[in-house]
DNA sequence: GTCTATAAAGAGATAGAC
DNA sequence: GTCTATCTCTTTATAGAC
């Protein structure tokens, strides 16, 4: 296998990671391909021919294409948990965390973009019992963000009239939307994108008591 | 043709519109399909099965696959651009307009959500062509939008340190997510979360000067 | 670990009868 | 407008040699 990379897809794959050992070069060829065609279109041929060899050799490495899916899913989730543990970890004060929360999430799946935005679109591509798997460890992580917005609601530091459900699917939203149009070489940085967003969200729904003038 | 309905994907169908007529019932399942398998995984089979005729009989009704995806996402970005129209044939006040814009935003997207949903993640889908013409579109539409904020700006009623665009990027952010997880018959109505949304946004990005204590 | 060859199934779409 | 029958192509995955 040549060291070379292949023109096209794999352009896109973020440059810093895993690039060597050839498991990893495997998800990441596969989530860059998933994400560009869709997970349906994409074909074992196009992988392999990414990859440099023939579709016969890739199932050397995985067992079936649903695997791939399944392992960037399951990869994309475990990082955004580990940092917004590490978040935690490192900040106390609500709105502090809510804050860092905002912009780990945005620079994490922003660098993992392809696996990220295949995990969050691409799940109906799972087996039943699989996706189960999944949504479960998405709500995991997701219920550390709703534990850190209800904190802050109980410090009176956002408005309490709307429930921490609702707050954390508008953070949410104003988070996850991204992965359908950002880019790295854009005109800001995912770090800038993260802040941002913290400041919309935490002014947006700031408790009537906290806003300044 | 039976009158009763097939269960199912179907039930996911708002039942208001446009149910007689065959074409657009044509639409409206596929909508639906589309939305539940993803374009590249749901097949005309299944298709015909829903609308309870064979697969061949399709071919009578379309001429192929792909043109039902095209008509969906013209369908769909028509209906947004005619509901924007008339907010800002209502509308005068920047903020006003930015707020009805939003709910106006939610409120038909949502009532119109297989397609929605399909016209905003299965875009891969088409050809280079179509694909090119239904992106066109869909800057059409976020080209007002993005007006009315750079009006609210140029008033000094929201912030003018971040771009036009990259309000707009947070605001379609704000909405457009909502498409993954919302329920007809879920806590919120579409109003109710359009006006929340709108509440966030603008208490979120609103001009220093114009924060309320 | 990669290859050639191929099996087995399923896809979109068409032909032509009724 | 719908049917049965089928064409043609592509798909995921396997067998077995090297």
């Known amino acids: 296998m040549s060291s070379e990379r292949p023109v096209g897809v794999e352009q896109s794959i973020s440059a810093d990671r895993r690039a060597q050992d050839p498991g990893s070069r495997l998800l990441t060829v596969a989530a860059a391909l998933f994400r560009q065609k869709g997970y349906a279109a994409a074909t074992t041929r196009e992988l392999a021919g990414l990859l440099g060899i023939q579709n016969a050799s890739l199932y050397h490495h995985i067992r079936s294409k649903e695997d791939l899916l399944y392992q960037l899913c399951v990869d994309s989730l475990t990082r955004m948990r580990m940092t917004a543990e590490e978040v935690l970890a490192q900040e106390f004060e609500p709105l502090d965390r809510l804050r860092a929360l905002a912009r780990a999430h945005v620079v994490t799946s922003l660098g993992d973009q392809d696996s990220h935005a295949t995990m969050l679109i691409e799940l109906r591509g799972l087996s039943a019992a699989r ?23 109980s410090a009176a530091l956002l408005r309490s009239d709307i429930s921490a459900k609702h707050l954390r699917l508008a953070f949410l939203n104003l988070l996850n939307w991204t992965i359908f149009w950002f880019r790295q070489d854009g005109e800001l940085t995912s770090e800038q994108l993260g802040d941002l967003f913290a400041d919309i969200f935490i002014s947006g729904v700031a408790a009537a008591s906290e806003r300044r003038s």
């Open 131 to 153: 996706r189960a798997e999944v949504i479960e460890l998405r709500a995991t992580y997701e219920a550390i963000v709703e534990s850190v917005i209800a904190e802050a609601q």
